[in-house]
């Protein structure tokens, strides 16, 4: 029996992923074939994605660009989410990569432009995709580039002056820009040029830039922009681009087999510095770049939010910790202490498996004499201790569920000097150590 969600019809399964999967639909009137992404509300709500799935419509919903791909309509029942997107049947450009290994320069710049097309589009809407990668590249039959999944997407504020710097670790580690792991915040749409930048470097290469079986050490690679070298023979245009993306030092220069154009263009867009990275219209104009590129025209209408709140009910429970804060939290504190000097060199967070309501009591315990204040908002549970008496030290407390029955609290300074900081956390953590997990547990 053929299975209906509203005017379409369910065909064959198209793919499987953690939260749902997608099929194959035919409109029923009009006999238009689509791709519907079936989404389980329980599993979203549990792993706190709600807002993620909400931005992403959101923003889906109002661009209508030849290179994103098109969401045409959002459906809903009891238990299931509904998103009806436009048909895309030429496979991932991963596939296209581990098929040819190594693609020719024209053919690499043929998807290149396309997806600098996408990702300009949506800069100018202050959309940040923040998940560029090989398998969210998706290809029409005719090869054209149609730019997927904008589950990690954000909308980044913008005047004549400044831009508001986003603060989420997302996206696949690989194709990260090196200030994503930092804790200064970050511009997601600059990010995004290095994750193109990584594409291409794909695309010349068969492989990735980044590549390590350790996530510390791979993380370790791309904060200091050390990668292999390309040993295929590009064009000097296209070598250009290369090195206007990737470069750390322009003293010191990627040492490859591949034209020096292409070469510059890559060493441009992979700098590590995100203030001397290569703008998106400097990549536009760059030779290698701009070769028979035509600007293809989009749409988009203002942005607002789904009605979505009746059936993706927030939960109130403690926020649940990504990998990514994970990574930052891991031993030795590898990221941040790359990106700042004065982060204290001793423990400033713990792992238990307490209730968060009896660490509540503990933590207001162990702080006795200090003002605090509690907050529980966007599924945190978040407490500011502040003193009323000098030194004064403001200190937040963090509660993160890892797992089931298994929490992170992490101590942060927001305000005051870092030797008060640390005595009074070195203090509270000294009468908290029998809720500690033993790291051998």
Request: glycine share 6%.
């Amino acid at each position: 029996m053929i299975k209906r969600v509203g005017n379409y019809e369910l065909r064959e399964l198209l793919g499987e992923g953690s939260y749902g999967k997608v099929r194959l639909a035919e409109n029923i009137a009009s006999k238009k074939s689509y791709a519907i992404k079936i989404l389980d509300k329980a599993k979203i709500k549990q792993d706190n994605l709600i807002e993620n799935l909400r931005q992403e419509i959101q923003i889906m919903k109002h661009i209508n660009h030849p290179n994103v791909v098109k969401l045409h309509e959002v459906l809903s029942s009891h238990s299931k989410i509904y998103l009806v997107l436009e048909l895309v049947t030429g496979g991932e450009l991963l596939n296209k990569v581990k098929e040819k290994g190594t693609l020719s320069e024209e053919e690499a710049r043929f998807y290149f432009q396309q997806i600098i097309s996408g990702v300009s589009f949506c800069e100018k809407q202050h959309v940040a995709h923040r998940d560029l990668k090989l398998e969210n590249v998706l290809l029409d039959e005719n090869g054209g580039v149609k730019i997927s999944d904008f589950g990690l997407s954000g909308l980044f504020k913008f005047d004549s002056t400044s831009i508001s710097l986003m603060h989420t670790t997302c996206g696949t580690v690989n194709y990260l820009a090196p200030e994503v792991f930092g804790n200064q915040g970050y511009d997601g749409h600059v990010a995004d040029i290095w994750s193109c930048g990584v594409i291409l470097y794909a695309l010349f290469t068969g492989r990735l830039p980044f590549e390590d079986d350790s996530i510390s050490r791979l993380i370790e690679k791309i904060v200091s922009g050390k990668f292999d070298p390309i040993t295929t023979s590009i064009s000097a245009p296209a070598l250009d681009l290369l090195e206007k993306i990737l470069v750390i030092d322009p003293r010191m220069p990627i040492t490859t087999s591949i034209s020096a154009p292409a070469l510059d263009l890559l060493e441009k867009i992979l700098v590590i510095d995100p203030r001397m990275r290569i703008s998106i219209l400097n990549i536009k104009k760059h030779p290698w770049f701009s070769t028979n590129y035509i600007e293809p025209l989009g749409e988009f209408s203002d942005i607002k939010s789904p009605d979505l709140d009746r059936q993706l009910d927030s939960l109130d429970t403690p926020r649940v910790m990504n990998a990514f804060e994970l990574i930052n939290f891991s031993a030795g504190m590898i990221i941040n202490k790359l990106f700042d000097n004065d982060l204290p060199n001793f423990t400033s967070h713990f792992v238990t498996k307490e209730n968060p309501d009896i660490l509540v009591e503990r933590i207001k315990r162990a702080m006795e004499g200090i003002n605090c204040k509690e907050k529980k908002k966007e599924n945190k549970f978040l407490m500011t201790f502040e003193s009323k008496s000098p030194p004064i030290i403001c200190v937040e407390a963090e509660i993160l569920n890892l797992l089931p029955e298994l929490y992170m609290v992490v101590f942060s300074r927001v305000n005051g000097g870092l030797q008060a900081y640390r005595r009074v956390v070195n203090n509270m953590l000294s009468n908290l150590e029998d809720l500690v997990v033993d790291q051998n547990e």
